[in-house]
Nanobody
């Protein structure tokens, strides 16, 4: 059974940092494309960053230069380092994974809350 489990969310002041982690199990291999999405109250779920098995990355314009996505294929773990956080980064952050040959079958974690507030 495929499972993605996020951790690392919390409350942080503007300008602070957080590191999110997502541990994958149940058949999610290094070939999978993985990424982070976020959803604020009343808004749609949007992509934050993605990373391929070879480490190629893409970022939403709103987080470029502040967030860094990485992965540890040996331990099936995805990370999101978030620096210089802003109140508008407040959202539930979700881990996502899919096989490049089956892009319509996407797996999701349960989400972790990130709140940026003074």
């Amino acid at each position: 059974q495929v499972q993605l489990v996020e951790s690392g969310g919390g409350l942080v002041q503007p300008g602070g940092s957080l590191r999110l982690s997502c541990v994958a199990s149940g058949g999610i291999g290094s070939i999978y494309i993985m990424g982070w999405f976020r959803q604020a109250p009343g808004r749609q779920r949007d992509v934050v960053a993605t990373i391929t098995s070879r480490g190629s990355t893409n970022y939403a314009d709103t987080v470029k230069g502040r967030f860094t996505v990485s992965r540890d294929n040996a331990n099936n773990t995805l990370y999101l380092q978030m620096n210089n956080l802003k109140p508008e980064d407040t959202a539930v952050y979700y881990c996502n994974a899919y096989h490049p040959l089956v892009p319509t079958l996407k797996y999701w974690g349960q989400g972790t809350q990130v709140t940026v507030s003074s």
